[in-house]
């Protein structure tokens, strides 16, 4: 970049889109000037640019929250009125009362869980990191789901390399990610067939860091999925809240990485992302979640 002065700098230019669909789009540009000579300073730099970037995924995330809770609520004072009147006529249609009471129920429902997913983001904002032992993690992500896998009838599969070594990571966030990336895994491999429904965890060593994979039986995620895959309030079930995704993509991120999907309708789909074994590995790596 030039200055007003005309010597040039090295700075880092940032830009995202914000604003709802419908709405008219609106895109903010960052640019930060960056000291070359000053490596702790640069450092810094990068860390307000990756908090600014979180700033801007919660702005544009309260937009969609109100969205999602509002639908609910609304749902729920229509019922409420519609099932009151119901009650006011001569001979009370108790049939149409239940069935506008379960609708509330379901959409209190949905509403709460909008809130619980919200709460397990926000929820650690103060950076945690530990060398956490990964192998004891993957073990208690499966032992919290046992029940539920047995239940399906899915038969697991742990490959976990020999030679791993500690991670360097806030355990409650990543167990948060193995534990919604394996239910996700569960979901898909509801409707298959049950000799069919085989979960893969994997870990290894990679240079530096641990590679992590789930990977399921399922029908794969379809392309037109795919490229909504990870955003806010994206869902393909029914009383689905489509933040899991959105809640690991920023997780597997403020540890310096990204989450990976390999998938196939004849192989399933392969979540993977990989952790840093050394608290420098990366220079974000001890920033908070959310600031
Ligand atoms: P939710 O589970 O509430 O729908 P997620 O953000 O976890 O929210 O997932 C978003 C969508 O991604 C799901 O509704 C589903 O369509 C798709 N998806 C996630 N994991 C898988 C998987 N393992 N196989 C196929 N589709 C998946």
Known sequence: MKSPDGS???????????GQSGQQDRAILGITKLHQSRDSETFNVLGDIAHAGRISMLGEMTASISHEVNQPLGSIVTSAEAGLRWLSHEQPNLGEVRTLLERIANSGRRAGNIIAALKGLA??????????????????????????????????????????????????????VLVNLVTN?????????????????????????????????????????????????YTTKIGGVGMGL??????????????????????????????????????????????
């Not at 429904?197 to 795919?226: F, H, N, Y």
Request: aromatic share 6%.
């Open 123 to 176: 929820r650690n904002t103060k950076p945690d990191r530990k060398a956490v032992d990964i192998a004891a993690l993957i073990d208690e992500a499966v032992l919290i789901l046992r029940s539920d896998l047995s239940h399906r009838q899915i038969a697991l599969r742990l490959e976990l390399a020999p030679d791993l070594v500690p991670v360097w990571i806030d355990r409650t966030q990543i167990l948060q």
């Open 246 to 291: 959105a809640i690991c993509r920023s997780i597997i991120e403020a540890h310096g990485s990204t989450i990976e999907l390999q998938s196939s309708q004849y192989l399933g789909a392969q979540f993977s992302f990989s952790l840093p074994t050394e608290p420098d590995a990366d220079g974000l790596a001890a920033r908070p979640l959310l600031a």
């Open 185 to 233: 895994a569960a979901q898909a491999m509801a409707d298959g067939q049950a000799w069919n429904r085989t979960l893969a965890i994997r870990a290894r060593k990679d240079q530096r860091r641990v590679t992590v994979e789930v990977e399921d039986s399922g029908p794969g995620v379809d392309p037109k999925v795919r490229e909504r895959l990870f955003e806010s309030f």
């Open 8 to 18: 040039l700098f090295p700075a880092h230019i940032s830009g995202w889109k914000n």
